[in-house]
């Protein structure tokens, strides 16, 4: 599995934003107010890259300790795809929160102070949780192991496949 990249996580937030942007728009074109996020979402967001990191430390523990008992890879793979989905989540929230942000100060009349601070807070925190999942998804990144270098399509052009 390969790491998350900014590239992916750069799209995620473009798309995240150019989403965010159109809702409120359409949303006062319809005459509707605006969206504005619970003040729960950014205490969520926190929440799950808490539970992403301390789900991903016992991992990281067992990686480095030549004492501790071997890893599962099942579950670091499990640990690294919620670390994955958790970035990439937190890169569409925080672009949605920019798009918010942005359609609110484009308008000619000045935003509520309280709906902008629910708005910076949700992007703070989704700025927070893609940082504590490329952080976990790191934990979770196992040594190699002895058998992956002499692996079938390693070895040379005429090398018979082991059997194991």
Excluded at 25 to 36: K, Q
Excluded at 50 to 55: D, Q
Excluded at 60 to 85: C, D, E, G, H
Aim: aromatic share 4%; proline share 7%; charged share 10%.
């Amino acid at each position: 599995m390969k790491r998350t990249g900014a590239g992916i996580l750069s799209v995620a937030a473009l798309i995240g934003a150019a989403a965010g942007f159109v809702v409120d728009h359409a949303l006062t074109v319809s005459g509707r107010p605006t969206f504005m996020p619970s003040v729960s979402l950014p205490i969520m967001l926190v929440v799950l890259g808490g539970i992403t990191l301390a789900l991903a430390w016992p991992i990281r523990q067992a990686t480095r300790s030549s004492t501790a008992a071997p890893v599962n890879p099942f579950r670091a793979l499990r640990v690294a795809i919620l670390a994955k989905a958790s970035s990439l989540v937190g890169a569409g929230v925080l672009g949605f929160a920019v798009g918010l942000g942005a359609y609110l100060l484009t308008r000619p009349i000045d935003p509520p102070l309280g709906s902008l601070a629910t708005i910076i807070a949700t992007a703070v925190c989704a700025a927070v949780l893609v940082g504590a999942s490329l952080v976990a998804e790191h934990f979770c990144t196992l040594p190699k192991d002895d058998d992956d270098e002499h692996s079938g399509s390693d070895a040379g052009p005429g090398a018979q496949p082991q059997h194991h």
